[in-house]
């Protein structure tokens, strides 16, 4: 996926649900995706440009509804905006390569693992089974 992608033809590659989660920061409703309680060994790339943004080793169920991992692949892969939209301070998670929304990071995740929990949009990713 080319970085100079129009908006035109980001409405023609992706569906409509990931088209307003990727493109407009939209976000799924909780329980509904297709990730949200897969267990399957592998790696996740955006489903915006197929970068490879989560890993498998890294989700645990935290019960938040949305697929959670305590961390990014590689800090390279994402990049972290300050989001203050819905009247509260959180941390938006975006691919680093295309610019796609993935999800929020909050710092309430397991301790043992650095305590954060990457909430994550399963229509905003796809599953490369190991």
Not at 22 to 48: N, S
Not at 82 to 91: A, E, H
Request: glycine share 10%; hydrophobic share 30%; with cysteine.
């Amino acid at each position: 996926m080319s970085l100079e992608t129009t908006d035109e033809e980001w409405r023609q590659r992706l569906t409509p649900e990931q088209y307003a989660v990727l493109r407009k920061a939209g976000t799924e409703r909780a329980f509904t995706g297709e990730y949200v309680d897969t267990e399957d060994d592998g790696v996740y790339r955006c489903g915006g440009c197929g970068t490879t943004v989560f890993d498998s080793q890294t989700k645990y169920h935290s019960g938040c509804g949305w697929p959670s991992f305590t961390e990014a692949v590689s800090p390279d892969a994402v990049t972290l905006i300050v989001d203050r939209s819905m009247g509260m301070g959180r941390t938006e998670v975006r691919c680093a390569r295309c610019d796609s929304h993935l999800g929020h990071v909050f710092d309430d995740g397991p301790r043992d693992a650095g305590g954060q929990r990457w909430c994550i949009n399963s229509v905003a990713l796809d599953l490369e089974k190991r």
